[in-house]
């Protein structure tokens, strides 16, 4: 955490992750960064506006994720995994009901 200040570490379902402070995990951030067409300064003010977090704590996610970004990476891809799965699970569920 001294590496990175702005960044706090929750304990979850999923295992240790990396937070912002009252704030998403920073795995949602740079997910949020990668589905967006903005770069650099303009990428960090739309995060802002979503999240409603100054940008100097986005920022703390970006940094993070340039140290980390395998980790990161892994946590997005099983949130997105977890998504799908539970879209097919609803999907299925909806085709048993008609």
Same mark, same amino acid.
């Given at each position: 955490?001294?590496?990175?200040?702005?960044?706090?570490?929750?304990?979850?379902?999923? +295992?240790?992750?990396?937070?912002?402070?009252?704030?998403?995990?920073?795995? &949602?951030?740079?997910?949020?960064?990668?589905?967006?067409?903005?770069?650099?300064?303009?990428?960090?003010?739309?995060?802002?506006?979503?999240?409603?977090?100054?940008?100097?704590?986005?920022?703390?996610?970006?940094?993070?994720?340039?140290?980390?970004?395998?980790?990161?990476?892994?946590?997005?891809?099983?949130? &997105?995994?977890?998504?799908?799965? $539970?879209?097919?699970?609803?999907?299925?569920?909806? +085709?048993?009901? $008609?």
């Amino acid at each position: 955490m001294d590496a990175h200040p702005g960044v706090i570490f929750r304990d979850g379902p999923s +295992g240790r992750r990396a937070a912002l402070p009252y704030g998403p995990d920073v795995w &949602e951030i740079v997910k949020f960064r990668h589905e967006i067409d903005q770069q650099g300064p303009e990428a960090v003010a739309a995060a802002t506006e979503m999240v409603n977090l100054p940008a100097g704590r986005i920022w703390a996610a970006i940094h993070y994720y340039g140290a980390y970004a395998a980790e990161i990476d892994a946590e997005i891809d099983q949130a &997105e995994r977890e998504s799908r799965d $539970a879209e097919t699970a609803w999907e299925t569920e909806q +085709g048993l009901q $008609a």
